[in-house]
């Protein structure tokens, strides 16, 4: 596969899951990768790996991204925490925290990209959202909150971008078997009262006709189509996979 040949690709929380999936994914199909992750030895390991480069980034610390300029053909804001817990229980500065990395870091990223891809006449946006982009869930505020900031700000970026040959869209997976899932599971076993294995069958895969986890290298392939030459008029949309959750 050579549909990415000569193109640059950003990929944030790139070591693992659903961005590592991607890593592989655009590289296998011609594109330069470049891992932005807090786990310096994971991202070096995969970067010499796929014979890409590494972006030691926090990107909780949003000021130190307020100048940023990034060259790249393809960003695919990936990196995403997750915490339940109920509203009246939720911390503050947790809540800030994760509106930071996955909405605020989003919009910063987009920002520094976009001039080089305006130049360029070419750009590819593609943010991983989540069902929770498109519904809500209990115990979720931050995360549900986070995604559908991200959900609309997809859709300005795609607005403003598709003069320019820039497109803008979100993936919304429904749970994907990456360790952010199964870190969420003790938490959701206390909440509900259950044990993590009803957790898996009645709260996770409770709205899905379709049985299963989401495999990370499913959402890569939807990713790897919508980054390549087939989806230039792609853009301003939300691609659900999810199982049938939102036909309900």
Same mark, same amino acid.
Request: aromatic share 4%.
């Given at each position: 596969?050579? #549909?990415?040949? &000569?193109?640059?690709?950003? *990929?944030?929380?790139?070591?693992?899951?659903?961005? !590592? $999936?991607? @890593?592989?994914?655009? #590289?296998?199909? &011609?594109?330069?990768?470049? *891992?932005?992750?807090?786990?310096?030895?994971?991202? !070096? $390991?995969? @970067?010499?790996?796929l014979?890409?480069?590494?972006?030691?980034?926090?990107?909780?610390?949003?000021?130190?991204?307020?100048?940023?300029?990034?060259?790249?053909?393809?960003?695919?804001?990936?990196?995403g925490?997750?915490?339940?817990?109920?509203?009246?229980?939720?911390d503050?500065?947790?809540?800030?925290?994760?509106?930071?990395?996955?909405?605020?870091?989003?919009?910063?990223?987009?920002?520094?990209?976009?001039?080089?891809?305006?130049?360029?006449?070419?750009?590819?946006?593609?943010?991983?959202?989540?069902?929770?982009?498109?519904?809500?869930?209990?115990?979720?505020?931050a995360?549900?909150?986070?995604?559908?900031?991200?959900?609309?700000?997809?859709?300005?970026?795609?607005?403003?971008?598709?003069?320019?040959?820039?497109?803008?869209?979100?993936?919304?997976?429904?749970?994907?078997?990456?360790?952010?899932?199964?870190?969420?599971?003790?938490?959701?076993?206390?909440?509900?009262?259950?044990?993590?294995?009803?957790?898996?069958?009645?709260?996770?895969?409770?709205?899905?006709?379709?049985?299963?986890?989401?495999?990370?290298?499913?959402?890569?392939?939807?990713?790897?189509?919508?980054?390549?030459?087939?989806?230039?008029?792609?853009?301003?949309a939300?691609?659900?996979?999810?199982?049938?959750?939102?036909?309900r």
């Amino acid at each position: 596969m050579s #549909q990415l040949q &000569g193109r640059t690709a950003l *990929i944030t929380g790139g070591v693992s899951g659903i961005g !590592e $999936a991607c @890593a592989r994914a655009f #590289q296998a199909a &011609g594109a330069h990768v470049t *891992i932005a992750d807090m786990n310096v030895a994971k991202a !070096e $390991a995969l @970067a010499t790996e796929l014979g890409g480069s590494v972006w030691p980034v926090d990107l909780s610390d949003t000021e130190a991204l307020h100048d940023l300029t990034l060259h790249c053909d393809i960003l695919v804001n990936n990196a995403g925490i997750q915490h339940v817990s109920p509203i009246h229980e939720f911390d503050p500065d947790r809540f800030a925290l994760m509106l930071r990395i996955m909405l605020e870091a989003p919009f910063l990223l987009i920002r520094a990209s976009l001039p080089g891809m305006y130049e360029r006449g070419f750009g590819r946006i593609i943010n991983i959202s989540s069902v929770h982009g498109l519904r809500a869930s209990p115990f979720k505020s931050a995360y549900v909150a986070a995604k559908h900031g991200l959900e609309g700000l997809s859709k300005v970026t795609a607005l403003e971008g598709g003069p320019h040959g820039v497109t803008s869209n979100c993936i919304n997976p429904t749970y994907v078997r990456t360790a952010l899932v199964e870190a969420q599971l003790p938490d959701q076993a206390r909440i509900h009262r259950m044990s993590e294995e009803d957790v898996v069958e009645k709260i996770m895969l409770a709205e899905s006709v379709i049985k299963r986890l989401v495999e990370p290298d499913e959402v890569a392939a939807l990713a790897l189509w919508l980054a390549g030459p087939h989806a230039g008029m792609v853009t301003g949309a939300s691609h659900v996979i999810d199982g049938g959750w939102t036909a309900r």
